[in-house]
């Protein structure tokens, strides 16, 4: 019994993280064009960043 | 066709050497290799589906971007838009690269899934029309949009779904750990303090996220039971809240069985369900979303003291004096007052030849100014122009059809108060014919609720949509509401419109009455003019030289050197007999006059189509604003019987509510603004991507491409989808019909459920996957 308990919080304390994880995720805009992300980096160029310029 | 355009991949027209098959594509490739970026050629794949890469000449003219520049932090500016015309990934780093280049760009970003753009840049160190200028230039088409106006609403609740999916998905993943333990538990031995334990852990993790997770059905169930009406959200909300606060009352209690895991999971399923459903849906509409283009055309005002100033269309008040510059979309309605041209008048009345208007002439917001500037009195604007008017004829048109209740809700009507009769006839049968405390009765009748609660049902149809319109958009189909598959089956009646619809609304020369040099000279002439008459002679030539000293007359003609071409009365041509088509002349000194008649092309499988459509046993009708004998000839090309020509929107709109009201469910294909209101009073619609914004808003269904074959697909796959979601149906019911006696008895368990719950949703998606692997077309 004393295994459960330590294991039951250990195991939703990962499954929480996860779904914090998720929803920052979500919320910092990454789901936001899915197929994007997938296309752009076959085509990602060092030279040109605007962050660079700014 | 030989040889593919470097540029476009069009095919570059015989006898015009050099690789390019106009000068702006000559023009774009140049400016793409100077700037070093010419490995756009090389990493890019053309997607046939998408307008080709050919740039507009008068690019950039339509839209004053600077109207649509919003201010951002730290003193730059930013400005959002619609792109249209991207292939791949490619072309995303073609575009970023391009507006990076340029003087003051600090940020440029294309979202590939929404096809839209935000570029920003230290304000006053450039300006939008230089900056967007070269991407304008390679031949993507901008447009500026509002982001506060536009898809904020499903985006934040697509957003809302997928938080509440991830709340649902950690939820059922840990409960359903601690509930295989306590199942387990009941084979070997665990002692009812364990027991409980878990118990509590789970009520714990599912009580909080079963609360958040409901919202978006409950809000559903609570609005349709307000109106009196009771959908698929009614028995979900209330089989979840009386399973988790049955479940609690258990564990409070000691009980043996809990049915936390069957909540939450079920949440699970059906938002997934929902999740998916809105997605392909959403993908759909911003696709379409361009009918704020309407309303982002500028108008430009001369002020009293001779000023000019651009503003948006509903700013400008009535007798004021705007200026429009040829090419220029007409925001406003209104009187000639100086100039003279040709305006298309293509979206109010469908004719494919333009109008000449003269001072004095009535113009109307949405047509477009050809050949030569015109100064106009404002006679209305915004909603009191003819353009909002056929507008409000469209929304009178569809609150018609909001009232069609989409299949499931159907079902749901009758069975939600079955499932809930079952539920109550178990606990008063329970409580009343035996010794069983109210207690276990009642969780016996919460049993039956979540054995019936419509998992199964509620994705039945949802799943079938999806795979059904996600076969649709690899075709470039795209589903724009939730209902149109299901309408689109009904089907027993096809009405057509014809320019734009059944023909491509273009013209195209055609041969005979000319000859080689005849055309050779009118081409090179035809050149100088943007006229769509005249555009056509020239493609119809490209080898011509472009003439000097040609000079247009607006409404009447070219020009040059005792040579003319342009109307019969403007050659001096006598001849009385109407012509079919429309029709160009060119007469030279000394020489007889000769006549260029033109067609408007119809769509290569426009012919077949029709055919087919008949063949399945629909009846097909052709509605035309255009002129009786082109209609005539149009009609009798494609074998159709029944046909209008010169109809108005209003006799469109009669025509299809005479339809309905023989019992017809008419599929109502058109193109024009003239046919919004038809479109929005049909059964089901569906535009074409060419059609003008109106349309393509109201229409149900929008296709891209030349040909006319999806009207068949997509009715083919409307008709296979309802099939199978009866089957769902039939499935899903079939299913009920027999565990329901199951947890009418009491013989249900936890386990149980939760296993006839997943067996029988996995039964319902396998069925529907079906649909995607269907024929090939």
């Known amino acids: 019994v004393t295994n459960l308990l330590m294991l039951i919080p250990v195991a939703l304390f990962l499954g929480f993280s996860g779904l914090l994880g998720f929803l920052w995720a979500l919320k910092s805009g990454q789901f936001d064009d899915l197929d994007g992300a997938a296309h752009r980096i076959l085509f990602d160029d060092d030279n040109d960043q605007p962050s660079r310029k700014a | ?52 890469l050919r740039p507009d000449e008068e690019a950039g003219r339509f839209h004053d971007y600077s109207a649509h520049v919003q201010p951002a932090e730290n003193g730059e500016a930013c400005l959002h838009l619609m792109i249209e015309g991207m292939h791949c990934g490619a072309c995303i780093w073609l575009i970023e690269s391009l507006l990076n280049k340029q003087a003051g760009v600090t940020w440029a970003r294309v979202n590939m899934t929404t096809r839209r753009l935000v570029v920003r840049w230290r304000d006053g160190e450039n300006d939008p029309g230089t900056i967007l200028a070269p991407v304008l230039a390679v031949g993507y088409r901008l447009v500026p949009y509002d982001p506060q106006r536009l898809g904020q609403e499903t985006q934040r609740q697509e957003k809302e779904l997928l938080r509440a999916m991830a709340v649902a998905g950690f939820a059922a993943s840990n409960v359903m750990l601690l509930s295989v333990s306590v199942w387990a538990g009941h084979f070997s031995y665990m002692g009812p303090a364990t027991r409980d334990l ?33 959908n698929m959200d009614v028995p979900i909300t209330i089989g979840v809240t009386l399973a988790s606060a049955m479940s609690l009352y258990e564990t409070m209690h000691g009980g043996e069985y809990a049915y936390f895991d069957s909540a939450i ?23 379409v979303e361009h009918l704020l283009a309407l309303d982002a055309t500028a108008v430009t005002v001369v002020e009293p003291d001779g000023g000019q100033r651009l503003l948006p269309p509903h700013k400008v008040a009535a007798g004021a004096l705007v200026l429009v510059a040829a090419g220029e979309r ?71 059809r909001a009232r069609y209740v989409a299949l499931a809700d159907r079902v749901a009507r009758y069975y939600a108060p079955v499932v809930h009769v079952a539920a109550l006839s178990t606990f008063l049968a329970w409580t009343l014919f035996t010794e069983t405390p109210w207690q276990v009765a009642l969780l016996y009748a919460v049993a039956v609720l979540i054995i019936t609660c419509p998992c199964a049902l509620a994705l039945a149809v949802p799943v079938v949509q999806v795979i059904g319109s996600g076969r649709l958009m690899r075709q470039g189909i795209l589903i724009k509401s939730a209902t149109a598959l299901e309408r689109f089956a009904d089907v027993d009646t096809v009405v057509f419109d014809k320019t734009g619809t059944l023909t491509l609304g273009r013209p195209r020369l055609v041969e005979g009455g000319w000859q080689e040099d005849d055309l050779r000279l009118a081409a090179s002439l035809a050149l100088s003019s943007r006229h769509p008459l005249a555009r056509a002679l020239a493609q119809a030539d490209p080898a011509a030289p472009v003439a000097e000293g040609v000079a247009e007359v607006p409404g009447r003609g070219l020009e040059a050197a005792g040579m003319r071409l342009g109307s019969r009365a403007f050659v001096g041509v006598e001849d009385e007999f109407e012509a079919v088509g429309p029709e160009l002349w060119l007469s030279r000194p000394g ?19 029709v055919a087919a459509l008949q063949a399945r046993g629909l009846s097909v009708e052709l509605l035309s604003g255009d002129r009786q004998p082109t209609v005539r000839q149009v009609a009798g090309d494609l074998g159709i019987s029944v046909w209008r020509a010169a109809c108005t929107p209003q006799a469109k709109c009669r025509r299809l509510a005479e339809l309905a009201a023989e019992g017809r469910r008419v599929l109502m294909v058109g193109d024009g603004l003239n046919d919004a209101p038809a479109l929005a009073a049909a059964h089901v619609s569906m535009s074409p991507s060419t059609a003008v914004d109106v349309s393509q808003t109201t229409a149900d269904v929008v296709f891209q491409g030349h040909r006319l074959g999806p009207v068949l697909e997509t009715l083919d796959v409307a008709r296979t989808s309802r099939l199978l979601v009866k089957q769902n ?13 199951l947890a009418v008895i009491g013989l249900v368990t936890p386990l149980i459920a939760a296993i006839a719950m997943s067996t029988s949703s996995l039964v319902v998606i396998g069925n529907a996957l079906r649909l995607s692997r269907g024929r090939k077309p």
């Open chain 2, 265 to 287: 999971t079920l949440l699970f399923f059906l938002l997934i369900g929902r999740y998916l459903d809105s997605r392909a849906r959403g993908r759909a509409r911003t696709a």
């Open chain 2, 330 to 400: 007409i925001g406003v309605d209104g009187v000639v007052a100086e100039g003279s041209s040709d305006v298309d008048t293509g979206l109010i009345t469908g004719e494919s030849v333009p109008a000449t208007v003269a001072p004095g002439a009535k113009v109307f917001a949405g047509t477009i100014n050809l050949s030569a500037p015109l100064r106009l009195v404002v006679a209305a604007v915004g909603e009191r122009t003819l353009l909002a008017e056929i507008v409000r004829m469209m929304e009178v048109a569809e609150q018609g």
């Open chain 2, 1 to 52: 066709v030989s040889e593919a355009c470097l540029h476009c991949g069009g095919a570059v027209p015989a006898g015009l050497g050099g690789g390019f098959c106009c000068r702006g594509c000559e023009g774009a490739y140049g400016l793409v290799n100077t700037l070093g970026l010419e490995q756009y050629y090389r990493r890019r794949t053309v997607d046939p589906a998408a307008r080709p």
């Open chain 2, 729 to 741: 149906f039939a499935l899903a019911l079939g299913y009920n019909v027999f565990t329901v006696p």
């Open chain 2, 198 to 230: 878990m118990h509590w852990i789970s009520a714990l993790v599912v009580l909080p996220a079963v609360a958040w997770c409901i919202r978006p059905f409950a809000r559903s169930a609570i609005t349709a039971l307000r109106a009196g009406r009771t």
């Open chain 2, 591 to 609: 020489r007889a006059p000769v006549r260029f008649a033109f067609t408007d092309e119809v769509r290569p499988d426009a012919a077949p189509v």
